[in-house]
């Protein structure tokens, strides 16, 4: 497993690689943001061990770069922030895991593990599905250029179909995502915010992107018609 370690405390650094190396992983560092975006892209790594306060472009922003370079490696934040919003922004940008300094080594090496063995699966901090994006972290969504305004469930319910384009849901787990099983799963609900829906992302744009499978749920088309 080659793991790449962006750190610019020298004596952290080398201790992470030391300690790595002696795991029998191959290391790699980088000591600022521009050099860790370069690097991330010249060679296909197993996991990034990522720093938040580096010179140059901070952590956010690598991970930001390299999941808009297409980059997948999975990535584990280095932090010595303990707030909650540094853990939020961190994971809104592309992270996988968060993890407070000072740390257990033997912690570190479990939760790097855990983010291998979910592997590089692509995670845009944006969804796209053909010319619709929606951006989780700022909850906004656009057709193409134009923003659209939608209220909280609205937005929840199309980010659980954008994120499974071409697969049909069923209502029921549309109700499980969206509403956390709080309605009867005879309910109407679904039915009544896929049309509100489609008021907002189709009909202003004559296109049909949420399609109805009859005695199934709902499919967002991968490309719409």
């Known amino acids: 497993m080659r793991v790449l370690v962006v750190e610019d405390e020298l004596k952290l650094a080398s201790l992470l690689q030391q300690g790595l190396q002696d795991e029998g992983l191959g290391v790699d560092l980088a000591t600022s943001g521009e050099q860790a975006v370069a690097s991330a892209m010249a060679t296909e790594y197993d996991a990034i061990l990522l720093d938040i306060v580096l010179p140059g472009c901070d952590g956010f922003e690598v991970c930001r770069r390299l999941r808009a370079e297409q980059v997948w490696s999975p990535t584990l934040m280095l932090t010595a922030r303990d707030d909650v919003d540094s853990r939020v922004r961190g994971l809104d940008c592309g ?44 909850h906004r969504a656009w057709r193409g250029e134009t923003e659209i305004a939608l209220t909280a469930r609205e937005f929840a319910l199309l980010e659980t179909l954008m994120r499974r384009p071409g697969r049909v849901l069923s209502r029921f787990e549309l109700l499980e995502h969206v509403w956390s099983g709080s309605y009867e799963h005879r309910s109407n609900v679904i039915d009544v915010y896929i049309g509100y829906l489609r008021d907002k992302i189709d009909r202003p744009f004559g296109r049909a992107s949420l399609e109805t499978v009859r005695g199934v749920g709902y499919r967002l088309r991968a490309t719409a018609p």
Not at 110 to 131: F, H, I, K, Q, S
């Open 95 to 138: 992270a996988d895991d968060y993890l407070v300094k000072p740390f257990s080594f033997d912690e570190l090496l479990a939760r790097l593990r855990a983010v291998v063995r979910r592997g590089g699966v692509p995670r845009p901090a944006v969804l796209e599905v053909d010319d619709l994006r929606l951006d989780p972290a700022t």
